[in-house]
């Protein structure tokens, strides 16, 4: 079935370090993919979204590029802020799937100053 | 503002009692979701809801209730059938549930423990 793999964390980066976070997805369909961001306490927040191959998705300084060759869409960040200490989400949506996003297990992202 | 609101944001439940987790969006979106997250994992989804009066299982429906009965409202009954309610629980909305492209909104969670 469709499935999301994420990268492990916690991912521990100093303030203006690049970031990656992996995401690898399995899908029978053409999915959407999306990022979401969970700051501690709180819901789930839309970061940045793909719906076709080759889209970029881009937001706050966050990218992330469809690629339907390797089944991925990582997340990357050219300098991060100790804001942007989260919980990442990788996430796709598929028709196929009942009308339900299938989500990855979350990489937590810790910055430090 | 529009958004999603859930309450309460704690919840305590006693053994063999069933509670409910309020969800109320002003979005005006047709299609409503919940979730549950435990710790270090993802989110897992309970029931969904299309469309006013009408629902469906999610993949961990075993010990939960949902209804329908207005566009704004999708509340969720923990039964004492759920023998392990311990989560935080993440209430979503989207304009439609087939619309791929269309993001799900989520209100801000309710943390449920046993007394």
């Known amino acids: 079935g469709n499935s999301v793999t994420q990268m492990e964390g916690p991912v521990t980066l100093s303030e203006e370090a690049f970031l990656t976070i992996n995401c690898t997805y399995t899908?029978?369909?053409?999915?959407?993919l999306f990022w979401y961001v969970q700051y501690p306490g709180e819901g789930l927040q839309l970061l940045l979204k793909?719906?076709?191959?080759?889209d970029k998705g881009s937001n706050k300084g966050f990218e992330a590029t469809y690629r339907k060759e390797t089944t991925s869409f990582h997340l990357e960040k050219g300098s991060v802020q100790v804001s942007d200490s989260a919980v990442y989400f990788c996430?796709?949506?598929?028709?196929?799937?009942?009308?339900?996003?299938?989500f990855g297990s979350g990489t937590r992202l810790l910055v430090r100053p | 503002d529009g958004g999603i609101t859930q309450s309460p944001k704690y919840l305590f439940r006693k053994e063999g009692q069933n509670v409910t987790l309020s969800c109320e969006q002003n979005?005006?979106?047709?299609?409503m979701y919940w979730y549950r997250q435990d710790p270090g994992q993802g989110l897992r989804l309970i029931y969904y809801?299309?469309?006013?009066?009408?629902?469906q299982k999610g993949d961990i429906a075993e010990g939960y209730s949902v209804s329908r009965e207005k566009k704004e409202s999708f509340p969720l009954t923990v039964t004492s059938a759920q023998k392990n309610p311990t989560a935080f629980y993440l209430c979503?909305?989207?304009?439609?549930?087939?619309?791929?492209?269309?993001?799900?909104?989520f209100g801000d969670g309710t943390r449920l423990s046993i007394l």
């Open positions: 979503a909305s989207s304009l439609w549930a087939a619309a791929g492209n269309q993001p799900q909104h």
């Open positions: 899908a029978t369909g053409y999915p959407s």
């Open positions: 793909a719906t076709k191959a080759d």
């Open positions: 996430a796709l949506f598929d028709v196929d799937s009942s009308y339900k996003l299938i």
């Open positions: 979005l005006n979106h047709d299609a």
């Open positions: 809801s299309q469309i006013v009066n009408d629902f």
